[in-house]
């Protein structure tokens, strides 16, 4: 099965413009981790016997607004902070620094119904839906449960809405007694994708949601998610490491390196004029059907550990178009073309 664009859906696209408002906005957002440490090695920290324990960069100074509307996807390697930043945004992790707003506001100025009533309105679809599930809840409860604990559904409702959620993703409602287990892969996803719709969400936070399907599977995920955004006019933040993927769903793509965001651009202005080195060794290692001979050059290098970042620009030790000031300055994200921005000191020797 292939992906089907919006028309061939049977729904026009509504994209986002550039005057649409922000509905979540991450501004210089961080997040850095460390193990936790008792008395006894806070003492000896201090007494100089013991070194601080180290600490994980796991996402560093990254702004990102993302309008009603819009389909945002967010790609870069394993380890480079795209997961840790979804989390941020749904709101599973609190930011070392920076602010996180919602529709205008700073979340931490809202009030606890004002909070409680947007952390329902941004949900998250995870990378392994069996994981995700509890195995020792049938589909009823995995997916009715939150809407009745937050009070949108009485009881005695439940199995009503249930029904409607699973007929929206393309399941049966003979399967509202089956355990996770019972499940394919695929139907899994589609049990998963339906839960978080439960509590009638504006915002999907989507983690490698569809990585761990078979490739026809896959397709038809995509096209799920394509139709409920035109139906239920979604938002998206689709993180994936699949470029294919990413061009067919999004809108928008923000490509991340170690913690960073390195360029951020519409689809086909990232795909057919790549600024960054990064973003540019990237597409050159993404199959395609065009035929001709083509010679595969990987990225050179493993990426850095998060937990000693190079100095400067991130991508230098890998980058063949490095510079001095690469090693010891970080390029700012800035503006090269329309809505498109790129953090490269080359773009200043142009």
């Given amino acids: ?18 005057a649409t408002p922000a509905l979540l906005e991450l501004k210089n957002i961080s997040k850095r981790f460390s193990p936790p440490t008792d008395i006894a090695q806070r003492i000896a920290m201090r007494m100089g016997l013991a070194k601080p324990s180290p600490t994980v960069h796991a996402v560093n100074d990254v702004s990102l607004a993302i309008r009603a509307g819009e389909v945002v996807g967010l790609v870069g390697e394993s380890g480079c902070g795209k997961s840790t930043l979804g989390r941020l945004a749904v709101g599973l992790y609190s930011p070392s620094e920076g602010t996180r707003s919602w529709q205008g506001r700073a979340m931490h100025t809202l009030s606890a119904e ?25 589909v009823e409860d995995l997916v009715g449960e939150a809407a009745r604990a937050h009070g949108l559904v009485r009881r005695g409702q439940q199995r009503e809405m249930v029904c409607a959620l699973l007929e929206k993703v393309g399941l049966p409602n003979t399967v509202l007694r089956r355990f996770p287990h019972q499940f394919s892969g695929g139907q899994r ?34 096209n799920l998610f394509m139709k409920l955004r035109q139906e239920l006019n979604l938002t998206y933040l689709f993180i994936s490491h699949d470029l294919g993927v990413v061009r067919h769903i999004s809108d928008r793509v923000v490509i991340m390196y170690l913690g960073r965001v390195v360029e951020e651009a519409p689809v086909e202005a990232l795909f057919s004029r790549p600024n960054h080195p990064y973003s540019q060794a ?4 993404t199959p395609t059907l065009e035929v001709r001979k083509k010679t595969f050059v990987a990225v050179q290098g493993e990426i850095p550990s998060p937990l000693s ?17 690469c090693k010891v300055e970080q390029p700012a994200l800035r503006t090269i073309d329309t809505a498109h921005r790129s953090a490269c000191h080359l773009n200043d020797l142009q």
Wanted: some cysteine.
């Fill in 114 to 138: 004002e909070q409680r009533r947007a952390r329902l309105q941004i949900q998250m679809v995870f990378q392994d839906p069996y994981a995700s599930l509890n195995p020792r809840m049938r």
């Fill in 1 to 18: 099965m292939s992906i089907l664009s919006p028309s061939e859906v049977g729904l026009a696209p509504v994209p986002a413009t550039l």
């Fill in 282 to 285: 990237l597409l050159a290692e």
């Fill in 189 to 222: 996803a589609r049990v998963g994708i339906a839960r978080a719709l439960a509590l009638e969400p504006k915002f999907l936070v989507c983690d490698e949601a569809v990585a761990a399907l078979d490739v026809s599977i896959q397709a038809q995920v995509i």
């Fill in 309 to 325: 970042p190079p100095s400067g620009c991130h991508f230098h030790p890998r980058c063949p178009h490095a510079i001095a000031r």
